[in-house]
């Protein structure tokens, strides 16, 4: 495998290093350990990392790594004299691996140096202009070379191109070959190109890289194997140079395949080998990536290589700890094992106790008596001794004696039985396995037992009963402390492994998108909607980004945020939707003072062009302020509630199954709120009507209270007996008695419940109903009906609102005095009604027949209805061929017989002209259809082949879990759709974005959390979030990485600060926590 660069790869990177570096400057220089450093530069919108490892490599990166908290003084040093200076060039030295970065100058000095040598150990050199070194990684003191602060760096050493190929240089060179070297081992010592082009020169001349040069090798100048390796060196001389301007690909060999167990099949790893700035000929044949460039290429490659390293530590470091756990709980198995032992080995020895108790007591009592006559230990070691050799039972039984601790040690086995008896017991155990005739033998086999001499053989029994006891009690203990023990060592340890843990950091580095350096969100309505952090971002907003179509939201408070919401490219000309407005409201009033002093107020927005930056005369306006012309539309008070939550960044291949996902869910929303918006509409319909019923009757009554005409006695009655059927509603007679007089009273009062769409009953309703006219006032406040909602989309009490009062505009007719008196005379409601319809209609009547009708006399109007009698049933073709037999429509006749000949002849050409145009005409339309017709089978042809080729490639994908979207969908993609806050158990999901918004347009997040005014500071509100979606039930593994792959920087800057966290399983993450 390939570790380190050669003057080949360093070559390429510098070509590619110097187009994108030259011009930018050095941000900062951070160490990732002892030989390996991070350099960040920058300029305006774009940034590269380039990861220097001395000795080894240099590229730049798109992958994140840990970095030193505390910089070395080695960086520090560069950091203090190198920190924002412009890059001036990057070259390499000569043909020598050596990087020289240059670096422009500032007061004191002319420029700067950075010297990288990737040869032997390699050095990373800081240098003035003049090369005298200020720092350096390493100092060199050798023989040949002398390296320290303050020495001069010799750059004239390496300062050499590659020399160009000459065949006399080749052929001498194979002729001063030695008899045993190959041809490519001579070339690789003898060229600079490197041993994997030298090889891939040998190879595209159809040689073999081990012939011997000095005797396969035909070196004269005209053999075919010479003119063939000549060529080959011109074509390699040419690749090289094609890199001083261009920037070349990048390519990475692969292993050959490794399963990665055995028996599972189409699971194989890939595994680097080398990498290299071209396609050798030796590579073709193997498995190899293609890359853009050689340096994303040595990016990939190295970085995968530092993962799989940092895997491997991160997995031995947990097996480590996973044994100190194993050696722990194998601690407490054999601490509980042995006190069973115990427990079973005094029972056994109290048994055996029992069972040869005489010849215990007989044991005890010699040696008790012996000690007691005091006679000498030795002696009676010897005395015991000598009964064994006489073969005294009671001396074979004593293994030893223990004098100091008042003991002996006796060897006591079950005693035998007799023959008949075992032959009935092996009758009768026949059928036992094999195992109990094994613990029969085992306890069966003599044991040693310990017994005081100061005790009887029955005492000593009891005794060995008393530690079983103990033993037992303190085996129960040992159980329920284990758990507790095993549990306490686990949390220990696995504190341990967390503290000591490696982080596998090696993830790439995400492109932020454009608005994530302000506050932003996306409304539940697809809007992008950003807000500035400070007086200079809102600023640049209005500057840069507010346009024709976007809408400027603020409140008047101290600190509230300028919000702009972006109106989608395809929603063009069009409001919008209140929702999303009411969002940004929450946003401006959230990021003001108000969310600190707990206050609830409203924010306000106006178009685009009524925010300008120029003052009134006599006035100024400081940075961040706006003035702002014409009206205010404002906002419903808000409500101090914050969210938190992510996004997942979509693949391509992914955002397909979203887009048709939303349409959907857009549709079912819709036809919900269609069923929800019917059952409100009918419900409504009910109660209104029974309201305009109770109107209507007030009305009435206060018309005919109001005419000027005395009551008779009669009509005082009927008003009574009205007054009597509202204050009465339990009497029947009385309810139907007034009910007659109310009829003849009322006439056009109707008391059924059902649904009346009459104009009246419209108009009634308007001035009965106090609740929505409330409403409706509330409605009206924030002006939402005039910025262009529609009546649909409107909510329910502001549709009957608009609704009322248009009927009440168009439909409300003034009474007449004498549609009062016939009220008052008591007409039925049907006369009432058909005076009311004919004079609706007479009122819709076009009013263009009234001025026609003013316009002609009386005789001319008699005389034109005369006539349209007559020719009443004639049409134009037929009044035309009369006119023309009458001669009325003719002009003035040609009179003589030129004339007359003249005019005939005029006639005649005239008819042959139309003649020819009709057929001009018919030919033209025949060829157009025919045109027109082939034209259309081509279309259908190529349509049918597009859209078989479409189906069957849209199949293909199907299969693979992936969506094909159209082309009109694929062309009004935007950035705000590849994002998605529910990403799909098939989706392929790049990394996590941390969103901060109103809580309302978090509604369908899978991950988020509420955010309330309260104490909390940032960083402990992210822990707790980041508790919370850990430990979702739902939450995949995936999603869980890159969740706690997002810095914590980057999360912190997106939280709000003072908030308090509210989520339905808070409670539950800070047990687990806990008990953790």
Known sequence: MKHRFNSLDIRATVSNLKERLTGLRLQNIYDVNHKTFLLKFAKPDDKELVLIESGTRIHSTQFSREKNQHPTPFVAKIRKYLRTRRVTNVRQLGVDRIVDFEFAGGEKSLGFHIIVEFYAAGNVIFTDDKYNIMALLRVVNTEDTKM????????????????????????????????????????????????????????????????????????????????????????????????????????????????????????????????????????????????????????????????????????????????????????QQ????????????????????????????????????????????RDLHELVAEEKKRGNPIADIIHGLKLETNQITLILSEPEEDDDDSDDDSDEDSSDSESEEDQEEKSKAPVKVDVEIGLTAFANARKYYDQKKTTATKHEKTLKASSKAMKSAERKIRKDLKDTKITTSINKIRKPFWFEKFLWFISTEGHLVIAGKDMQQNEILVKRYLQKDDVYVHADLHGAASVIVKNKPDNAGKPIPPSTLFQAGIMSVCQSKAWDAKIVTSAYWVNADQVSKSAPTGEYLTTGSFMIRGKKNFLPPVQLVYGFGYLFKLDESSIGNHINDNKRLEQEEEEGADDEQQISNVQRQNDVTMTEKNAEQKQDESTTNGIPSERTGDEKKEETAVEQKYNNDDDDDDNSSSSEDEDEAFPDTQ??????????????????????????????????????????????????????????????????????????KGKSAGESSTTKQTKSNKASAPKEAPTQQQSQTRGKRSKAKKIKQKYGDQDEEERQLRMELLGSNKGPQPKGKKAKKEAQLKAEKLAREKEREKQRAAME?????????????????????????????????????????EENEAANLSILD??????????????????CA???????????????????????????????????????????????????????????????????????????????
């Not at 140079?241 to 189409?266: A, M, R």
């Not at 009546?791 to 004498?818: G, H, V, W």
């Not at 997040?1005 to 919370?1028: D, E, F, N």
Request: proline residues 5%; charged residues 30%; negative net charge.
């Open 978 to 995: 590849s994002v998605t806050p529910n990403p799909l158990p098939e989706d392929i999901i790049h990394f996590a974005i941390p969103v």
């Open 751 to 824: 008391l059924a419940p059902t649904i009346n769409n009459d104009k009246s009953t419209t108009s009634a309703s308007s001035s009965s109903s106090p609740i929505l006219q409330q409403q409706e006032g509330e409605w009206q406040k924030y002006d939402l009906e005039e910025y262009g909602e529609d009546a649909d989309a409107l909510p329910e009490f502001a549709r009957a609102s608009i609704k009322q009062q248009t009927d009440n505009k168009t439909n409300k007719q003034m009474i007449s005095a004498k549609e009062r008196r016939q009220m008052k």
């Open 148 to 331: 320290a602060v303050g020495d001069t760096y010799n750059i004239q050493t390496a300062v050499r191109d590659f020399e160009k190929f000459d065949p006399e240089k080749l052929q001498q060179v194979l002729r001063s070959t030695g008899p045993k070297q190959t041809l490519k081992k001579v070339l690789t010592i003898n060229y600079d190109y490197g041993p994997a082009m030298i090889e891939h020169i040998i190879l595209k001349a159809d040689l073999d890289p081990t012939l011997k040069a000095a005797t396969e090798f035909d070196s004269s100048i005209d053999s075919p194997m010479m003119q063939a390796l000549i060529k080959s060196f011109q074509e390699a001389e040419e690749m090289v140079e094609s890199t001083k301007n261009n920037v070349p690909k990048g390519y990475i060999t692969l292993l050959p395949d490794v399963k990665q167990k055995e028996g599972e099949e189409d699971n194989r790893l890939e595994f680097y080998d080398e990498f290299h700035p071209y396609l050798y000929k030796q590579h073709e044949s193997q498995p190899y990536k293609e890359f853009a460039t050689f340096d994303s290429a040595v990016d990939e490659f190295f970085s995968a290589i530092e993962a799989q390293k940092l895997e491997l530590k991160v997995r031995n470091q947990e097996e480590s700890f996973m044994k100190k756990l194993q050696a722990v709980r194998k601690e």
């Open 334 to 377: 054999n601490r509980v094992q042995s006190l069973i032992d115990q427990q079973t080995s005094n029972v056994r020895k109290a048994q055996l106790i029992e069972l040869n108790l005489e010849m215990v007591e007989a044991a005890i009592t010699i040696i008790r008596n012996a000690v007691a006559s005091q006679m000498d230990w």
């Open 925 to 965: 339309a025949a060829r157009e259809a025919e045109a027109e017709a082939a034209a259309e089978i081509d279309a259908n042809q190529i349509v049918t082949e597009e859209g078989e080729d479409k189906e069957e490639i849209r199949q293909l994908l199907k299969e693979e879990n992936i969506t094909m979207l």
């Open 998 to 1076: 109103p809580y309302t347009a978090l509604q369908k997040y899978k991950y988020k959390v509420k955010l309330t005014p309260g104490t909390l500071k940032r960083g402990k509100a992210i822990k707790q979030a980041h508790s919370v979606f850990v430990n979702l039930n739902d939450a995949t593994s995936r999603e869980k990485e890159l969740i706690k792959s997002v810095p914590d920087t980057e999360a912190i800057n997106a939280m709000m600060s003072k908030v308090k966290v509210s989520a339905p399983n808070l409670e539950a993450s800070k047990r687990k926590k806990g008990r953790k």
